[in-house]
Antibody, heavy 116, light 110 residues
């Protein structure tokens, strides 16, 4: 069965970087893009960007452009999302999801806390 | 502020039919498919409706979606206690070249 398994929760200081992983299984990894969506406490869903594991092509939301990098490791079917220069408003649950427009499978979420 | 507009809350009693609206613009709902996700707090969202009105395998036919112009709606009939969750609409936005979401509607089953 399709599964997306994310890395554990992270606590970071303002200004630091965080790298969250999303390991896929149960399907052909290179056949679907992986999208990252975040959810601040008590808030809605916000698209951060996506990566094609097939080509490595990325698209980032304007709000995080310049601070985010998404990458893939096809040998382990894992996608990474690194966010730099963390601010307090980056504190959120970060989800990976399969697909570019239809998000049919989601990871369990990774809590990122930004606190000094 | 979310690009798509949803009412913050909705409610109904068991067995009732409730609808949740989602309003957008010509660059998103008006020219692209609408999706609906539901999320039990503390868990990941789950796909409920795709391509405006299609249910993925396993989603009961109590859930239905529709779209007209720049608006969409989700209808839940035969409301059940386990339907209590947050519901989000989404659509691709041609101006942003990415998906946009509604702010979410918290459904309470009284």
């Amino acid at each position: 069965q399709v599964q997306l398994v994310q890395s554990e929760a992270e606590v970071k200081n303002p200004g630091a970087s965080v790298k969250v992983s999303c390991k896929s299984s149960g399907y052909t990894f290179t056949s679907y893009s992986i999208t990252w969506v975040r959810q601040a406490p008590g808030q809605g869903l916000e698209w951060m960007g996506r990566i094609s594991p097939y080509s490595g092509h990325t698209e980032y939301a304007q709000k995080v452009q310049g601070r985010v990098t998404m990458s893939t490791d096809t040998s382990t079917s894992t996608v990474y999302m690194e966010l730099r220069s963390l601010r307090s408003d980056d504190a959120a649950v970060y989800f990976c999801a399969r697909g570019e427009r239809t998000f049919d499978y989601w990871g369990q979420g990774t809590v990122v806390t930004v606190s000094s | 502020q979310s690009v798509l507009t949803q009412p913050p809350s909705a409610s109904g009693t068991p067995g009732q039919r409730v609808t949740i609206s989602c309003s957008g613009s010509t660059s998103n709902i008006g020219s692209n498919y609408v999706f609906w996700y539901h999320q039990v707090p503390g868990t990941a969202p789950k796909l409920l409706i795709h391509v405006n009105n299609q249910r993925p395998l396993g989603v009961p036919d109590r859930f239905s979606g529709s779209k007209s112009g720049t608006s969409a709606s989700l209808a839940i009939s035969g409301l059940r206690s386990e339907d209590e969750a947050d519901y989000y609409c989404a659509a691709w936005d041609d101006s942003l070249s990415g998906p946009v979401f509604g702010g979410g509607t918290k459904l309470t089953v009284l």
